[in-house]
Every structure is written in structure tokens, then in C-alpha cells.
């Protein structure tokens, strides 16, 4: 099982960046698939991105060329590069690792985005 913390998160105006960051412990990083996801109030939780043991990267339609997600396997890091921010991305975002049907979580950070 891995454990896993975010940070990264704040209050941002329109149109500004954030980096988000997730650093995990507790096992063999490298193999996992990592995400961001993020819950809205009021919504469910949803992916933003992902990326495999390979590099492989995928994203939600809402934040394709605006969000970036990168890995650091040597460092047990995920990274969420978030440009361009909307109003509509203000959630808390979560960090999750993915590896044979198990899900492991972060606690979240929050990203406000707001003028």
C-alpha cells in the first residue's frame, strides 16, 4: 500500500497557474498508476489526469492544454502543472494511487480559483 500527501493547493485569480504536488511513501511507486481528481462541492468525484508506469498520460476533456501531469519515479512524486485557471476548476484535488483494482488516497488540497 502506498501512502500519499498533496500540497500545492490556494486561492488564485482567473487565469493564473498552481502546481499541485504528491509525494508517496510506503512502497514500490514506480509501478503504480498515478491521478489527480477532483471533487466539487455538491458534485462527485472526478479524474483530471492520469499517468502510468510508462509516462502514458491522460486527461478530462475540461483540461487538455491547460493541466500538465508529470512523475518523478526516483523521488516518489506526481505532479499536477494546472495553467490557465477557470473558476470551474476550483475543488479539492486528490492525489491516488492505482494498482490492481486498489486505490490508495491523499487527504486533498484545495484550489480556489477566484477573482
Known amino acids: 500500500q502506498v501512502q500519499l500527501v498533496e500540497s500545492g493547493g490556494g486561492l488564485v485569480q482567473p487565469g493564473e497557474s498552481l502546481r499541485l504536488s504528491c509525494a508517496a511513501s510506503g512502497s514500490i511507486f514506480s509501478v503504480y498508476v498515478m491521478g489527480w481528481y477532483r471533487q466539487a462541492p455538491g458534485k462527485q468525484r472526478e479524474l483530471v489526469a492520469d499517468?502510468?508506469?510508462?509516462?502514458?498520460?491522460n486527461y478530462a476533456d475540461s483540461v487538455k492544454g491547460r493541466f500538465t501531469i508529470s512523475r518523478d519515479n526516483a523521488k516518489k512524486m506526481v505532479y499536477l502543472q494546472m495553467n490557465s485557471l477557470k473558476p470551474a476548476d476550483t475543488a479539492v484535488y486528490y492525489c491516488n494511487a492505482h494498482l490492481l483494482g486498489r486505490d490508495s488516497w491523499g487527504q486533498g488540497t484545495q484550489v480556489t480559483v477566484s477573482s
Open positions: 499517468i502510468t508506469s510508462g509516462g502514458s498520460t
